[in-house]
Nanobody, 115 residues
Framework: VQLVESGGGLVQPGGSLRLSCAASGFTSSSYAMRWYRQVPGKEREWVAGISSPGGTTNYADSVKGRFTISRDNFKNTVTLQMNSLKPEDTATYYC?????????WGQGTQVTVSS
């Protein structure tokens, strides 16, 4: 079972990035999928979630209107489109799959928003 995030990098304020989370070893369509982020020295915070198989999305207030979560159940992937990025969005972003007592985490991808 594995979740692998990709798409992070350095972007200027106001720019966009698209993060992807690829699942393998399990069928992610039967799991709720979530994105979190963490800054060193702070707790990991929830960013966005999408239900299984994908009818409902929700977002933290800090990213609402700027970030969009989506999933492709055929490709076993989840995407986080991030627009209008701000320096305070700088963090390591993690993907998580949840189903009942089961939960899996990816290793994270770094996003840095700086001029």
């Amino acid at each position: 079972v594995q979740l692998v995030e990709s798409g992070g990098g350095l972007v200027q304020p106001g720019g966009s990035l698209r993060l992807s989370c690829a699942a393998s070893g399990f069928t992610s369509s039967s799991y709720a999928m979530r994105w979190y982020r963490q800054v060193p020295g702070k707790e990991r915070e929830w960013v966005a979630g999408i239900s299984s198989p994908g009818g409902t999305t929700n977002y933290a207030d800090s990213v609402k209107g700027r970030f969009t979560i989506s999933r492709d159940n055929f490709k076993n992937t989840v995407t986080l489109q991030m627009n209008s990025l701000k320096p305070e969005d700088t963090a390591t972003y993690y993907c998580r799959a949840v189903r009942g007592q089961e939960n899996y985490w990816g290793q994270g991808t770094q996003v840095t928003v700086s001029s």
